[in-house]
């Protein structure tokens, strides 16, 4: 089952502008994370925000998270074309095993226009 | 450095064959390893995942197996493909401590 929904699905800007996407989810969570995904390839790692944090940076990223709203958002400041890629959040869910799964939303396609 | 490999990168097979996806981990011991599909336009459905060599636990029922021979090598199988089997393969590690996983490059997989 999807446990992170992304908002919007699909996102047109223009290059030089700031994309913002967000991601809800249901149930509680240890951390949050976002993959980004080039067409046709593998997801990659951006940034992990845990529990008890509220924002988080990485370069032109930011993201934060609000466990009382079950939301995060994460922006992409001054956007570039290579930016263009679908985006997703996913959150953990500690299995009874001891393993460390990961569930993903559907994603957010971000197209940057040069 | 940790370095995650999958093959093949595409396959066309036709319904009713058989299916091996191998996805192998160098550089790491012990990672948690999963398999993940990705049907167009949607997000990513966990198939299959495991802590330990002969480990495997499934997440959803089908006509799909896995199998972890070794540490770092990570086999999905099909006796018998289906239509609904097309769509793209992901294979990722994840250590515990680290949380973040590691996506191979994907498989590209159409059943005709």
């Known amino acids: 089952s999807q446990q992170g929904e992304e908002d919007p699905q699909a996102l047109s800007i223009q290059e030089g502008e700031n994309a913002t996407m967000n991601c809800s989810y249901k149930?509680?969570?240890?951390?949050l994370q976002w993959y980004r995904q080039n067409s046709g390839r593998g997801l990659v790692h951006l940034i992990l925000?845990?529990?008890?944090?509220r924002e988080k940076h990485s370069g032109r990223l930011r993201v934060t998270l609000d466990t009382s709203k079950k939301s995060s958002s994460l922006l992409i400041t001054a956007s570039r074309a290579a930016d263009t890629a679908s985006y997703f959040c996913?959150?953990?869910?500690?299995?009874?095993?001891?393993?460390?799964?990961?569930?993903f939303g559907k994603g957010t396609k971000l197209s940057v226009i040069p | 450095s940790q370095t995650i490999h999958q093959w093949p990168a595409t396959l066309v097979q036709p319904v009713g064959s058989p299916l091996s996806l191998e996805c192998t981990v160098e550089?790491?011991?012990?990672?948690?390893l999963y398999w993940y599909r990705q049907a167009a336009g949607r997000g990513l459905q966990l198939l299959f995942y495991?802590?330990?060599?002969?480990?495997i636990s499934s997440e959803v029922p089908q006509n799909l197996s896995a199998s972890r021979p070794q540490d770092r090598q990570f086999i999905l199988s099909s006796k018998k493909l289906l239509l609904s089997d097309s769509g793209f393969y992901l294979c990722?590690?994840?250590?515990?401590?680290?949380?973040?996983?590691?996506f191979g490059s994907g498989t590209r997989l159409t059943v005709v």
């Open positions: 990722a590690w994840s250590h515990r401590e680290t949380y973040g996983y590691t």
């Open positions: 149930t509680s969570i240890n951390n």
């Open positions: 925000i845990r529990s008890n944090e």
């Open positions: 996913a959150t953990d869910a500690i299995s009874g095993a001891g393993s460390y799964q990961l569930t």
């Open positions: 550089g790491t011991s012990n990672p948690n």
């Open positions: 495991s802590v330990g060599i002969g480990q």
